[in-house]
């Protein structure tokens, strides 16, 4: 815990001395939910995440892997596109003593073709656009951290960018409450051209708690650096699960607020749900992504 505590400052000391008053961000996708459980939950994943889905979240949450597991998240996003998360994670032994996991994960936001138009609006054939990050992360007892390599395409114009996530978690001695900090989308910004924007900065903090058997409850504040709006997660799930078989489900709910009303990106209820079998999981979640409505998410996770 006392490890913990140095840590933040750390953390938070980096976040701020690169902060810019800046109106817009870039890279939005980076803000959209890779795990269909969490997104049940309103996102609150700081405390809450385990496996390789904390590649999204909090990377110090691979630390729970102990063996090879894979994920497949997937979501219908507004006109037509896609947004898909592959992961793959596996425990590479101890280092003094300690475990090391890693995890590498790709994310992609794929649109469909835009219709051109000259400046005369007739038809000028089309163009499409997309978004993808590579993220590599470990984590080594309670501290990880991961570094990203985002890549956007419009219209066959480029830009690249790298940024890192660092984030911590520690259980509290003698209490079933967990705690998580992280910062995520640190970097330099991303440049279409002659124009650079700021990546979607943020920094997290949030507790996990087993109330009891089953029923746990987690809280996440995140403060969006740039875009200046501090979004609240609370979420809560029911799981049961029989140790001798492996089998069970989960019901899962959540609700988000940004800044102080429900008017927001984000804001609203979530809900979910799961099943497991034979070391997978199925998760399946609808929650509040824009200002147009919802979106349902799949997540298909394996263990081997």
Request: zero cysteines; charged letters at 15%.
């Given at each position: 815990m006392k490890k913990l505590i140095l840590i933040l400052p750390v953390i938070l000391v980096c976040s701020i001395s690169i902060a810019v008053h800046a109106l817009e961000t870039g890279a939005q996708f980076l803000k959209i939910d890779t795990d269909a459980r969490l997104s049940g939950m309103a996102s609150a994943g700081v405390a809450s995440v385990y496996g390789i889905s904390a590649l999204g979240y909090n990377p110090a949450g691979l630390s729970s892997i102990?063996?090879?597991?894979v994920a497949f998240s997937h979501s219908k996003w507004l006109m037509d596109s896609t947004h898909d998360f592959?992961?793959?994670?596996?425990?590479?032994?101890?280092?003094?003593?300690?475990?090391?996991?890693?995890?590498?994960?790709?994310?992609?936001?794929?649109?469909?073709?835009?219709?051109?138009?000259a400046d005369d609006r007739s038809v000028s054939g089309g163009y499409s656009a997309s978004d993808q990050a590579v993220s590599l992360g470990f984590a080594i007892k309670n501290i990880g951290g991961a570094v990203k390599?985002?890549?956007?395409?419009?219209?066959?114009?480029?830009?690249?960018?790298?940024?890192?996530?660092?984030?911590?978690?520690?259980?509290?001695?003698?209490?079933?409450?967990?705690?998580?900090?992280?910062?995520?989308?640190?970097?330099?910004?991303?440049?279409?051209?002659s124009q650079r924007d700021n990546l979607p900065l943020s920094v997290n903090a949030?507790?996990?708690?087993?109330?009891?058997?089953?029923?746990?409850?987690?809280?996440?504040?995140?403060?969006?650096?740039?875009?200046?709006?501090?979004?609240?997660?609370?979420?809560?799930?029911?799981?049961?699960?029989?140790?001798?078989?492996?089998?069970?489900?989960?019901?899962?709910?959540?609700?988000?607020?940004?800044?102080?009303?429900?008017?927001?990106?984000?804001s609203g209820l979530s809900v979910g749900a799961g099943l497991m079998a034979l070391g997978a999981q199925l998760d399946y979640a609808v929650s509040p992504e824009t200002a147009l409505g919802s979106m349902q998410r799949v997540t298909l996770k394996k263990k081997f």
């Open positions: 102990t063996g090879p597991e592959v992961g793959f994670g596996a425990s590479m032994g101890s280092l003094k003593g300690n475990k090391v996991a890693m995890g590498l994960g790709v994310t992609r936001l794929g649109n469909s073709s835009f219709e051109g138009r390599y985002i890549q956007s395409s419009i219209a066959g114009v480029k830009a690249e960018a790298f940024a890192v996530d660092l984030g911590a978690r520690s259980r509290l001695s003698g209490l079933p409450v967990t705690l998580g900090f992280g910062v995520q989308n640190l970097g330099r910004g991303i440049k279409y051209l949030g507790f996990a708690a087993a109330i009891m058997p089953g029923i746990s409850l987690a809280f996440d504040v995140k403060r969006l650096v740039y875009d200046r709006q501090t979004v609240f997660s609370a979420g809560t799930e029911y799981a049961m699960i029989k140790t001798d078989s492996g089998m069970g489900f989960a019901l899962r709910g959540g609700y988000g607020i940004t800044g102080l009303t429900a008017n927001n990106e984000k």
